[in-house]
């Protein structure tokens, strides 16, 4: 299907899109390179915990390929909050690209304004989101693309539009690419509830994991509300 997204893999598969080396059995992917083509995905920062949503770049970024060679490269890649960085990428047919700062720069946009047109593609691409009742009084955040609900994180609009129902706040758990869940700050069931299930999520696969934190929306902003959790093997 057409522009839909598949999974942003471990360092390897990016490095193949990002140094042009497709499968032995593909022609290498041609990607629209427009704002109109942006998205963000959020993916995980071990060790981290950043207590601010100021976009803090990466800056060069090591990596082996395949052939045992190294590179470095630089992305724009972003610490974001907690244990979480985001990526600016272009969605293709059957992976994505990581947007570059000369690209970045080509389209003339801040890493903020690239983030807003991104989550405004997302909506627009797959749908706005929309909050379904899940168990343990949580609500789980879902969109038209399961692999992109964890992006909708970053979506303020429609943040501030559930604040309207619970003054007191809003903790939410970003566990997994396909998982994007919350509960109403004061009730303190449906936060017991949520910290069980998103530590059950979190461990469950390592591969699509993004956080292991908890983060509190108020006042139009995030915090971090329970500091991510070291991994115990």
Not at 64 to 71: A, F, N, T, Y
Request: charged share 25%; net charge neutral.
């Amino acid at each position: 299907m057409k522009h839909l997204l598949r999974s942003l893999c471990a360092w390897g598969a990016m490095l193949a899109v990002t140094t042009g080396a497709p499968a032995a059995d593909q022609e290498p992917e041609r990607f629209d390179v427009s704002a109109q083509n942006l998205l963000v995905v959020l993916r995980e920062s071990p060790g981290a915990n950043k207590q601010d949503e100021a976009l803090k770049p990466f800056g060069k970024i090591k990596a082996q390929l395949s052939d045992g060679r190294e590179i470095e490269f630089e992305a724009s890649w972003f610490q974001y909050l907690g244990d979480m960085h985001l990526r600016l990428v272009f969605d293709g047919e059957r992976r994505v690209q990581s947007a570059s700062p000369e690209d970045l720069e080509k389209l003339r946009l801040s890493p903020e304004q690239a983030l807003a047109r991104a989550v405004d593609n997302l909506r627009r691409r797959y749908g706005q989101p929309v909050a379904a009742p899940w168990s343990g009084g949580l609500m789980q955040v879902q969109g038209n693309s399961p692999d992109l609900d964890s992006s909708y994180f970053l979506d303020r609009a429609f943040w501030l539009d559930q604040l309207r129902h619970s003054p007191a706040g809003l903790v939410a758990a970003v566990p997994g690419r396909g998982g994007l869940v919350f509960a109403k700050a004061d009730d303190s069931a449906a936060i017991a509830s949520l910290r069980f299930s998103a530590a059950a999520l979190f461990v469950s696969n390592d591969r699509t994991r993004i956080s292991s934190g908890l983060y509190l929306f108020k006042d139009g902003r995030w915090s971090v509300f329970q500091p991510p959790q070291p991994v115990i093997d």
